[in-house]
């Protein structure tokens, strides 16, 4: 008996050294292919262009011989073509990447930040060219293999294929805009006619290859898959979204048939590129405020550092005095924001990592607005803090339309943490709702208030900090501009991370990015802005849901979600499986089908001329002037907001380099003069068509309305004299940031007239990292340059080094 149970466990000891022996085997097969494809990767990139070229036409040429001599099948013909389509591709390509990489050190700011658009679009382009230069030597070393993934590698060459002939396109668009623009000049300058047609143009390129099976293949890769749960999410939001407009609701049935989104790249590209072009404003904003839900920024707080102090306050709107800077025994009114609405309560958030003086005041606890339940912190009560010398005063982002402080709360603990100072972050009104001005009265009132009351905030106010993320670093500069026309107090500094200073509608070479950018699509930036500057935006839903309101809906389609879960789990199983292909199908495609075809005829179809015949309208760049200038009379005033904050002489804008930039016309000259003022379609080599989308016609506003050029709206566009009143500014941009262009330009301008800034460039991140701070080595480390441009401007120590383990 023994010697039975000992046998046993001797087979089962086996069976389990077995297993653990196989596991071990594959994890080491894993790591050695992660290994071999970094080491292709940082390989490929270290070559130049030309060699990389050379390299991928080399691999191309030789597998589609080889494919070409398999015989008359299907897949060896589809092989064969799309390694002939690669060779093609890249052969175009290579000269235009040369020609914009020549010329691309001269819209640097300085030697020591080499980046702008131009740069970000020939490293976007190499990024793709070195992915598929990796998989065709993949190809070559494992085609006789039977274990060669043909489907697999067939529709990711595809995929990749469809997304180098776009980049291509955006390739003969920047050298346009080259060709066009005045030197110095990252933005379209153009009459109206011709920034429409460009426009027009642009916006009707296909889309969907890049967000499949190419999606953030210019990122980092730990990004990768945080934003392809985005990409399956904002799908699967959409059709609830849809079904919401058409009155049907949610079930977990139609919830969960999404599946089909996560095993199907090129139908969750497709039904990507549908949502972004014909979804509106509010469906964005709906989707960006689903982390205002209590359930998940009850989860992202708890992974976030615990502070003493995170109370939400209501400003009555109260007006109050405040002293001139050039003489405190004077002083101005500050009024409460009146725009659109009224008089109303200004919200802010302070969020303080010790309890200090003041902040347990009864004058402060009077203004503590309750946000229902919040978790206690029920560690002993400490000893007051000191008032700290600083504090910042935050302005989140989120387009102008979306978003809260709380939705920034994980990051701003983790500041408060580092920095050792209070944080204020403010709750601005959201467009549509409360388009310009409003959101700017709102910030400019709560950073006054703060500056008066700072001693209640637990600190003594000495040095003070605006700090903001996208549109809330459009905001900080705003703010500061309005605090200077209204001769009080401006910050000590700014510290503005991929912030938006130019909303008039205009292309610019970091702006072409936006084509396969998932988080910024060019449509969805001009509906913010549309709705920001008081456009029209279409409401199509029902008086009940406007009466619940957009989160109100998120809420109720969750309740009923998860009610319907308990009862369709069995459906949906079922659902998914006929979906996966292990049930048949009455409508299934047919056998005889030697494959499926990898990019769905949907995402990949080819009009036969371009999409829509409307003209776009949309503002042009031509009241821009070189400093100096004679013709000026012609020139329009900038319409200021309703409250007037002084004169602004757009003749005095230096938005374009001097002189002493002359050497760039000589590199411009290879670009044929006679292409200016011609059509975008000549933009393209005669014979190349890039693909065209099949999504119908962009519902993309471009609002009209001189709005956009006020100072206050596009800090780019104001004059010298109001940026000269500006603070030491110091800016974090992504380098594959579609609004990369607007930090260089802005932070080109303030060096031109001798003001301090700074300008660092993070590689390989997307638009809006400080939300994902914690999700990676790049992010915390992109996180804690912002961290050191404030502690710069409050002139704090720095911290102590870590200790090396």
């Known amino acids: 008996m023994e010697s039975g149970w000992g046998s046993g466990a001797a087979r089962a000891d086996g069976a389990l050294a077995s297993k653990r022996a196989k596991e071990g085997s594959k994890s080491r097969s894993r790591r050695r292919w992660r290994k071999s494809k970094t080491k292709a990767s940082r390989l490929t990139h270290s070559m130049d262009l030309r060699t990389m070229t050379q390299?991928?036409?080399?691999?191309?040429?030789?597998?589609?011989?080889?494919?070409?001599?398999?015989?008359?099948?299907?897949?060896?013909?589809?092989?064969?073509?799309?390694?002939?389509?690669?060779?093609?591709?890249?052969?175009?390509?290579?000269?235009?990447?040369?020609?914009?990489?020549?010329?691309?050190?001269?819209?640097d700011l300085d030697a020591e930040t080499p980046a702008n658009g131009y740069r970000s679009l020939v490293h976007t382009a190499r990024c793709c060219l070195a992915h598929l230069l990796h998989k065709s030597r993949y190809v070559a070393s494992n085609r006789r293999s039977i274990f060669f993934r043909t489907s697999h590698n067939l529709a990711e060459l595809e995929a990749y294929l469809a997304a180098l002939t776009q980049l291509r396109a955006l390739a003969y668009y920047a050298q346009r805009l080259l060709a066009t623009n005045r030197p110095g000049g990252l933005?379209?300058?153009?009459?109206?006619?011709?920034?429409?047609?460009?426009?027009?143009?642009?916006?009707?390129?296909?889309?969907?290859?890049?967000?499949?099976?190419?999606?953030?293949?210019?990122?980092?890769?730990?990004i990768r898959p945080f934003l392809q749960t985005i990409s399956i999410g904002l799908v699967s939001f959409g059709e609830h979204y849809k079904r919401n407009e058409t009155g049907l609701g949610v079930t977990a049935s139609s919830l969960f048939t999404s599946g089909r989104f996560a095993i199907d790249p090129e139908l969750r590209g497709a039904e990507f590129e549908r949502i972004i072009q014909n979804l509106d404003v509010h469906f964005w904003k709906a989707f960006w405020n689903i982390t205002e839900i209590e359930v998940l920024s009850s989860l992202a707080n708890m992974t976030s550092a615990t502070v003493r102090i995170s109370r939400l306050l209501?400003?009555?709107?109260?007006?109050?005095?405040?002293?001139?800077?050039?003489?405190?025994?004077?002083?101005?009114?500050?009024?409460?924001?009146?725009?659109?609405?009224?008089?109303?309560?200004?919200?802010?958030?302070?969020?303080?990592?010790?309890?200090?003086?003041?902040?347990?005041?009864?004058?402060?606890?009077?203004?503590?607005?309750?946000?229902?339940?919040?978790?206690?912190?029920?560690?002993?009560?400490?000893?007051?803090?000191?008032?700290?010398?600083?504090?910042?005063?935050?302005?989140?982002?989120?387009?102008?339309?979306?978003?809260?402080?709380?939705?920034?709360?994980?990051?701003?603990?983790?500041?408060?943490?580092?920095?050792?100072?209070?944080?204020?972050?403010?709750?601005?009104?959201?467009?549509?709702?409360?388009?310009?001005?409003?959101?700017?009265?709102?910030?400019?009132?709560?950073?006054?208030?703060?500056?008066?009351?700072?001693?209640?905030?637990?600190?003594?106010?000495?040095?003070?900090?605006?700090?903001?993320?996208?549109?809330?670093?459009?905001?900080?500069?705003?703010?500061?501009?309005?605090?200077a026309a209204y001769g009080v107090r401006v910050p000590d500094g700014i510290m503005a991370a991929y912030p938006a200073t130019m909303l008039q509608s205009t292309a610019s070479p970091s702006r072409l990015l936006s084509l396969m950018d998932p988080l910024l699509p060019l449509s969805v930036l001009t509906k913010c802005v549309s709705a920001y500057a008081g456009g029209e935006t279409e409401d199509h839903s029902d008086s009940d849901q406007k009466a619940l309101g957009m989160m109100g809906l998120v809420r109720r389609d969750t309740a009923l979600l998860f009610r319907d879960l308990r009862v369709g789990a069995s459906s949906w199983l079922h659902s998914f499986l006929d979906l996966s292909g292990h049930k048949s199908h009455a409508n299934s495609v047919p056998t005889a089908e030697p494959m499926r075809r990898s990019v769905s005829e949907a995402a990949l179809a080819q009009p036969e001329g371009p999409l829509g015949t409307d003209s776009l309208k949309s503002l042009t760049l031509r009241d821009l002037s070189l400093k100096g200038s004679s013709d000026t009379s012609d020139t329009p005033e900038l319409s200021l907001s309703a409250e007037t904050l002084g004169p602004s002489t757009p003749s005095e804008v230096n938005f374009l380099v001097g002189p002493e930039d002359a050497p760039e016309a000589k590199a411009r000259d290879e670009l044929s003069t006679k292409d200016r003022g011609c059509g975008a379609r000549a933009a393209f080599p005669e014979g190349f068509h890039p693909r065209r989308s099949s999504q119908g016609?962009?519902?993309?506003?471009?609002?009209?309305?001189?709005?956009?050029?006020?100072?206050?709206?596009?800090?780019?566009?104001?004059?010298?004299?109001?940026?000269?009143?500006?603070?030491?500014?110091?800016?974090?941009?992504?380098?594959?940031?579609?609004?990369?262009?607007?930090?260089?330009?802005?932070?080109?301008?303030?060096?031109?007239?001798?003001?301090?800034?700074?300008?660092?460039?993070?590689?390989?991140?997307?638009?809006?990292?400080?939300?994902?701070?914690?999700?990676?080595?790049?992010?915390?480390?992109?996180?804690?340059?912002?961290?050191?441009?404030?502690?710069?401007?409050?002139?704090?120590?720095?911290?102590?080094?870590?200790?090396?383990?």
């Open 314 to 483: 209501s400003l009555p709107p109260e007006a109050f005095e405040m002293p001139l800077t050039t003489d405190p025994k004077l002083t101005v009114t500050i009024s409460p924001p009146l725009a659109h609405s009224g008089p109303g309560p200004v919200l802010v958030r302070l969020i303080s990592y010790d309890l200090r003086e003041g902040q347990d005041s009864e004058e402060l606890s009077s203004l503590v607005k309750s946000e229902g339940p919040r978790s206690l912190d029920l560690r002993p009560r400490p000893q007051q803090a000191p008032r700290s010398q600083s504090l910042v005063v935050h302005i989140h982002g989120g387009g102008f339309v979306a978003q809260t402080s709380r939705s920034h709360e994980p990051y701003l603990k983790s500041w408060a943490q580092e920095l050792g100072v209070p944080i204020l972050s403010i709750d601005y009104s959201l467009a549509p709702e409360a388009p310009f001005p409003r959101a700017l009265e709102e910030c400019f009132y709560a950073y006054c208030w703060a500056v008066k009351h700072c001693a209640l905030l637990g600190s003594t106010g000495e040095r003070i900090c605006l700090a903001g993320d996208s549109a809330g670093g459009n905001l900080c500069f705003t703010v500061s501009l309005r605090a």
């Open 55 to 107: 390299s991928l036409v080399t691999l191309a040429e030789d597998n589609m011989a080889f494919f070409s001599s398999q015989g008359p099948g299907e897949t060896a013909r589809r092989l064969s073509g799309v390694f002939a389509g690669i060779r093609e591709q890249a052969l175009g390509l290579e000269p235009a990447l040369g020609r914009l990489l020549s010329v691309a050190h001269l819209f």
């Open 187 to 222: 933005f379209f300058e153009g009459d109206e006619g011709l920034i429409a047609e460009f426009l027009r143009e642009y916006v009707t390129l296909h889309k969907g290859c890049f967000y499949g099976r190419c999606l953030g293949f210019q990122f980092t890769p730990a």
């Open 697 to 805: 016609t962009t519902r993309m506003p471009l609002c009209s309305s001189p709005i956009v050029k006020n100072p206050f709206m596009s800090p780019l566009l104001a004059s010298d004299s109001m940026l000269q009143s500006l603070p030491p500014v110091h800016i974090v941009a992504c380098a594959l940031d579609p609004m990369l262009d607007d930090s260089v330009m802005f932070a080109r301008r303030l060096r031109g007239l001798g003001k301090p800034v700074s300008l660092r460039v993070v590689e390989d991140l997307p638009h809006g990292f400080l939300s994902l701070a914690a999700l990676c080595r790049e992010t915390r480390q992109a996180t804690a340059q912002c961290v050191e441009c404030i502690r710069l401007i409050l002139a704090l120590p720095a911290p102590p080094a870590a200790p090396r383990v």
